[in-house]
C-alpha cells in the first residue's frame, strides 16, 4: 500500500472541517471507531505499528464541550510500544484530528510536534524515562506521573491490564489549543510553567 505524506493528508482533511464522518460500520481497534473511518478514507493501513504516513502520524481525538470551551474528552493515547525513541516518532510530527464527540463534527485539523517546545519536551524525558525505568509497567498507576502517563491500554473486565503511553487528558487539551480545563489538576504546575514560558518568549519577541 502506497503511503501518503503528513501534508497531503492535511490538505484532503482541512476541507472536512465543520462535516461529519459517518463511524458506525467501523469497529473499536487500533484508533477506534472514528480513527478507523478517517484510516480509510486515507487509505492507511488499519493494523500496521509503523507511522501512518511518510513523515509523520495521523491521531483522531474526540473532545467535548463544557460552558462554551472544548477539552479532550479522554487522556490522549500514544501508542502500546514502551520504547523511548519509538514513542518520540510517534510525537515528532502529528496530524491531529479533533472531533466532536456527540455530534461527530470535525473540528479541527492540525499538525503538531509537541516535543519542539523545550519544557514539553524536558517534562517528555522526565516521565518516560521514569516510566522506563519501572520493573513492570503494567503494574504503575496514572497518577504516577504529571503529563506522560502509562495508562490501561484495553477495555473490559476480562481484558488484560496492559499499558499503553498516553498524554493526560488536560495536558493534552492545552497542547492541541483548547486550553487547559478549569476544574483540572492533573499536570497544573507543569501547564502553569509552559504558559509562562510562552509569555516570556512572546515578549521577548516583541520588544
Known amino acids: 500500500m502506497t503511503k501518503i505524506t503528513l501534508e497531503e493528508a492535511r490538505d484532503i482533511l482541512l476541507p472536512l472541517v465543520g462535516q461529519t464522518i459517518d463511524a458506525s460500520a467501523f469497529g473499536n481497534k487500533n484508533k477506534g471507531k472514528y480513527g478507523h473511518a478517517v484510516e480509510k478514507m486515507l487509505g492507511l493501513d488499519l493494523g500496521s505499528h509503523a507511522l501512518d504516513f511518510l513523515n509523520g502520524e495521523l491521531k483522531t481525538t474526540g473532545i467535548v464541550k463544557v460552558k462554551d470551551q472544548y477539552k479532550v474528552k479522554e487522556d490522549f493515547k500514544i501508542c502500546k510500544v514502551w520504547d523511548k525513541n519509538y514513542i518520540e516518532a510517534k510525537l515528532k510530527n502529528m496530524l491531529v484530528l479533533c472531533y466532536d464527540y456527540h455530534t461527530k463534527e470535525i473540528v479541527s485539523v492540525q499538525v503538531c510536534n509537541i516535543l519542539e517546545h523545550p519544557l514539553v519536551r524536558e517534562q517528555f524525558d522526565k516521565d518516560v524515562d521514569w516510566l522506563l525505568e519501572q520493573p513492570d509497567i503494567n503494574v504503575v498507576s496514572a497518577t ?21 503511553c ?3 487528558g488536560a495536558a493534552a487539551s492545552y497542547l492541541l489549543g483548547f486550553g487547559y480545563p478549569k ?3 492533573k499536570g497544573k504546575d507543569q501547564i ?3 504558559i509562562e514560558y510562552n509569555e516570556q518568549t512572546e515578549a521577548r519577541q516583541a520588544a
Do not use: L
Not at 504516577?144 to 499503553?164: C, I, L, M, Q, Y
Open 183 to 185: 476544574r483540572a489538576t
Open 192 to 194: 502553569k510553567s509552559w
Open 166 to 168: 498516553y498524554i493526560a
Open 144 to 164: 504516577a506521573t504529571s503529563v506522560f502517563v502509562a495508562k490501561t491500554n484495553s477495555k473490559g473486565r476480562d481484558a488484560p491490564k496492559e499499558r499503553a
